[in-house]
């Protein structure tokens, strides 16, 4: 996987039709994805559940771009294994989810995996000052994690801060929640570069009539030109 900073959407399953992922996720793609979002929640970091490695291992091979697992749990480390063997590219923890971050940034990496971290909206950016060169990606939320079709909460001034702070390496910074083609550019021009979009995607299409997902997709990236 070659670094660059181009505009990059992933759409977060968690709009999809959780009966029928592996063809959401194949007909989202033939729409444009550039990378997939999976949300994993465990009913006790956030107050929702969703699913775990088991269902990241069977979507896999419907995935032909990049996964980018999103895991809203705690403890962390004791599952890093699990979704580095389910295949996913990025697996992206929270600062919040417990004392020792930059144990499982090393885990994650250990394991094979490009390592991400999140902030809440109530953390700030001075959190992921020491990780730097621990991680691949940075995401930060734009909504309390736990829920999809929350509205954007602007964190503008943080992306901006933490732009700055990672100059030249090679670090993604990536953007969740409330993402629409309203909010997106705010955070892109502030720096930004993964996109993550739940319902801005997914809204008006389905399997049987996917074109929706293209119209959404390209509007969020015509917004951010
Ligand atoms: C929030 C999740 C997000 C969310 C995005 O807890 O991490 O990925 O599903 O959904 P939208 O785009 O609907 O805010
Ligand atoms: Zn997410």
Known sequence: MIFDRLVKIAPSILAADFANFGAEIEAVEAQGADWIHVDVMD???????????TTCAAIRPHIKTVMDVHLMIAPVDPYIEAFAE????????HVEAG????????????AG?????????GTPVSAVEELL??????????????????????MTSKVRALRQMIGDREIHIEI??????????????AGADVLVAGSAVFKGGSVKDPAPYGENIRAIRAACA
């Open 43 to 53: 009913g006790h970091f956030v107050p929702n559940i969703s699913f775990g490695p």
């Open 86 to 93: 389910a295949g996913a590219d990025f697996i992206t923890a």
């Open 99 to 110: 004392p020792h971050i930059h144990r499982t940034l090393q885990a994650i990496r250990g």
């Open 113 to 121: 995996a490009k390592a991400g971290v999140a902030l809440n909206p």
């Open 133 to 154: 060169d621990s991680v691949d990606l940075v995401c930060v939320m734009t909504v309390n994690p736990g829920f999809g079709g929350q509205s954007f909460i602007d």
């Open 176 to 189: 969740d929640g409330g993402v629409t083609p309203t909010t997106a550019p705010l955070v892109v021009q």
